[in-house]
Nanobody, 121 residues
Framework: QVQLVESGGGSVQSGGSLRLSCGAS????????MKWVRQAPGKTIEWVSS????????AHADSVKGRFTISRDNAKNTLYLEMNSLKSEDTAVYYC??????????????WGQGAPVTVSS
């Protein structure tokens, strides 16, 4: 069974840090580019960060560049998102998903169930 399971979400004050993890199972994780996307209340899904299959190439949205870092450990089948200097506008449900580009959820091979992140000022 193909599965992505996020963890590490929660509530934090503005300026704080969180690290999200995404455990993969049921498929060959190291074959896939991966990404993090997020959906804030009442807004459309927004691409956050991407990483290629071997972890050498990454990309981040301008809104998180310099504050968020995507990484992966293929030996542990795990994707990470280190989030620092969090702002209230980072409040959202964060999803990990296969693939580099955010096109449509139905196109991607797998999505996680989401990890809520709340940043209070």
């Amino acid at each position: 069974q193909v599965q992505l399971v996020e963890s590490g979400g929660g509530s934090v004050q503005s300026g704080g840090s969180l690290r999200l993890s995404c455990g993969a199972s049921g498929f060959i994780f190291s074959w896939y580019d991966m990404k993090w996307v997020r959906q804030a209340p009442g807004k459309t899904i927004e691409w956050v960060s991407s990483i290629n299959s071997d972890g050498r190439d990454t990309a981040h949205a301008d809104s998180v560049k310099g504050r968020f870092t995507i990484s992966r450990d293929n030996a542990k089948n795990t994707l990470y998102l280190e989030m620092n200097s969090l702002k209230s506008e980072d409040t959202a449900v964060y999803y990990c998903a296969t693939g580099w580009t955010l096109v449509a959820r139905a196109i991607d091979y797998a999505w996680g169930q989401g990890a809520p992140v709340t940043v209070s000022s």
